[in-house]
């Protein structure tokens, strides 16, 4: 009888051991916490203001902020890694990445390279002439012009298109300033460029440029991760986004940077 009792307190001991030890699991934070010393290398292109770009020795903007937050949400870390964008995907495909975000649009080419979280911006492309320039309203109007577009973005993808349809000249530049420069020089007669990028640009330089006619389509950015590869982290990534978008914090950021 007392070897029954004493195997019958073993065992009530070893039940409220394991409970005490199950107890807090899951209760730290959104994120695991397995991960919170976990740093994720993140390609970025800080050329590319609002959304990245370099400010006393120091990255800002909204895909700063916002993946700075969705790190914090989600508890780990995060290392920047600064690249022209047409070397982010290529990057991330030779290992040297695990995330991008750079104000990179959601397309169908892209997806078959790297998964994308949910949308957190629409942008649209936009024409932009020099200021006072009125022969050009539409993509129609560029027959016969130099256009100005960024390698590796819609925009270049879109004159590429265009180009032999249309029947203009396309210049690509590694940059959006050395772009921007070009038109307001008079060297290119129009860019193509994703509107709030080129609207924060004008209202924040002495560039003289301006925007023309409709928005050329209905692009939305994305954060990616290299296809299938990176399940939880992309899912960590939706998580995040989702309780920015709950708490306001996302609204918060956009409107620092665009008054929206």
């Known amino acids: 009888m007392k070897k029954f009792k004493l195997v019958s307190l073993l065992f009530v001991i070893v039940l ?28 970025i292109d800080t050329t590319y ?6 400010e006393n020795g120091d990255y800002t903007g909204i895909d700063i902020d916002l993946i700075n937050a969705i790190a914090e949400d989600q508890n ?6 600064p690249m022209d964008f047409g070397g982010i995907i290529p990057a991330m495909q030779a290992g040297q990445l ?21 949308p957190y911006f629409k942008a649209g492309l936009t024409l932009v002439v020099k200021q006072g320039e009125t022969g050009i309203k539409s993509i129609e109007d560029l027959a016969g012009k130099k256009v100005a577009a960024k390698k590796g973005t819609t925009g270049a993808k879109f004159a590429t298109e265009k180009a032999e349809e249309i029947g203009f000249e396309l210049v690509q530049f590694n940059d ?21 990028v080129i609207a924060y640009a004008i209202t924040q330089s002495t560039l003289d440029l301006e925007i023309v006619g409709d928005r050329l389509n209905g692009d939305e950015y994305g954060i990616a991760v ?35």
């Open 16 to 43: 409220v051991l394991a409970a005490c030890g199950t107890k807090d699991v899951g209760n730290a934070g959104e994120g695991d916490t397995q991960d919170k010393d976990k740093v994720y290398r993140v390609g």
């Open 176 to 196: 959006s300033p050395a772009m921007f420069q070009d038109v307001a020089n008079g060297n290119s007669d129009v860019l193509i460029e994703d509107y709030p």
């Open 226 to 260: 290299l296809k299938g590869k990176n399940d939880e982290l992309l899912k960590k990534m939706n998580k995040g986004l989702a309780n920015l978008k709950a708490s306001g914090k996302y609204d918060e950021i956009i409107n620092k940077y665009l008054n929206e």
């Open 76 to 81: 780990f870390k995060i290392d920047f890694k």
């Open 98 to 118: 695990d995330v991008a975000i750079a104000g990179m649009s959601i397309t169908d080419d892209r997806k078959k390279v790297v998964d994308f979280t949910d």
């Open 49 to 54: 203001p609002p959304f990245e770009y370099e």
